[in-house]
């Protein structure tokens, strides 16, 4: 996703999360600026800074999962989950966000708690303010801060 301009103009007037754009914005320093909104936040301190992923990977599924809950389930969920995992392999990972393979998930894993919520877990991260903003991965640079400063 593109860095909206308008959006990132809006953001720097209003710091709506008070990062403090405010002095390097009047000193001209867009690096710095940049450097705000790209760094890391912890979202377990502020919800904002909580970023949904597009995709985990098939060791990050693996390591969630609880062996005896696993055991406890069905042949067909099995080869149901492995049929998921392998979608890492085709994708380059596991698409959570769609909402046909979430409800794959939740049928395959259904009562099994302490693997689902750890499946739950791993689908998010702390972000920047700039991926929140505008997506995952997504950092703003100085370059588009002066052109944001210029509309």
């Known amino acids: 996703m593109a860095v909206d301009l308008a959006a990132l103009r809006t953001e720097l007037d209003t710091d709506p999360k008070s990062l403090g754009y405010a002095a390097p914005l009047a000193a001209g320093d867009h690096v710095q600026v940049a450097s705000i909104m790209n760094l890391v936040r912890d979202g377990s301190v502020d919800p904002d800074f909580k970023l949904t992923k597009t995709g985990v990977s098939m060791l990050e599924a693996m390591k969630a ?3 005896t809950e696993y055991a406890g389930l069905t042949q067909v ?17 596991i698409p959570n966000t769609d909402p046909d393979v979430r409800s794959f998930i939740n049928d395959i894993w259904a009562g099994a708690t302490n693997t689902l919520a750890k499946l739950l877990a791993i689908e998010t ?4 303010r700039s991926e929140k903003l505008f997506g995952e991965n997504v950092a703003v640079t100085a370059a588009e801060i002066g052109a944001a400063m210029q509309i």
Not at 77 to 93: A, E, T
Not at 125 to 128: D, E
């Open 77 to 93: 969920k099995r080869d149901g989950w492995r049929d998921i995992l392998m979608l890492d392999l085709s994708l380059g990972k």
């Open 65 to 67: 999962i609880d062996p």
């Open 125 to 128: 991260r702390n972000c920047s």
